[in-house]
């Protein structure tokens, strides 16, 4: 069984305020680690494919690292704002193509 | 270029009527997937392939068959709804290396 574990499980901050999230999932049989952004009643949208250990993804405001060895991924959104509130999803695609998600955690931003 | 295709967007069905959830890729991808989307418990999947003749089970595969005959096509079927298998369903292709691309989801109710 392939255990992707996302922590917190929800997280509510103020307009301008720093987050992080946290994905764990196994160390073996490791192909790549996939972050998403998902809105109610949407399909999940890709943030950051990462691959390699020490793996390191910017887009605007929203980076994302990886730590292959130890099994985890850190998500950072620096300044939140309120249209950035929505669920975040890790994903660990391992070498035989199984595609595993996390519970994901729910960010809620208010003004 | 319509990326993946899934349908349909909405059903309602019996308890013990089957049905088919049709999904269709035009990218050429490999790797196939299905996810049902349940409150407080992120994406977990169905049943998996890798390619054209080879499918394999995911983390709640009972209740749900597959086949995939095309790499185009990876259709899911339930022999007998019940309704524990009321949800939202996902199909997605994953471009390795890159992301995962979803369908629009279909909302099953099972009464």
């Known amino acids: 069984i392939l255990n992707v574990e996302q922590s917190p499980q929800s997280l509510h901050v103020q307009e301008g305020d720093s987050t992080n999230f946290t994905c764990s999932f196994p160390s073996s049989n490791f192909y790549a680690l996939h972050w998403y952004r998902w809105e109610t009643a949407k399909s999940p949208e890709a943030l950051f494919v990462m691959t390699l250990n020490g793996d390191e993804k910017k887009k605007g405001r929203i980076s994302a690292t990886l730590n292959t060895k130890e099994g985890y991924s850190y998500l950072y959104i620096k300044g939140s704002q309120p249209e950035d509130s929505a669920t975040y999803l890790c994903a660990f695609l391992n070498q035989g193509g199984k595609l595993i998600f996390g519970q994901g955690t729910e960010l809620s931003v208010k003004p | 270029n319509a990326g993946v295709t899934q349908t349909p967007k909405f059903q309602v069905l019996k308890t013990g009527q089957s049905m088919t959830l049709q999904c269709a890729q035009d990218m050429n991808h490999e790797y196939m997937s299905w ?15 890798v390619g054209a003749g080879i499918t394999d089970q995911g983390e709640v595969p009972n209740g749900y068959n597959v086949s995939r005959s095309t790499t185009e096509d990876f259709p899911l079927r339930l022999l007998s709804a019940a309704p524990s298998q009321t949800s939202v369903y996902f199909c997605a292709s994953v471009g390795v290396p890159t992301e995962a691309f979803f369908g629009q989801g279909t909302r099953l109710t099972v009464v």
Do not use: A, C
């Open chain 2, 35 to 49: 996810y049902r989307q349940d409150p407080g418990m992120g994406l977990r999947l169905i049943h998996y392939s």
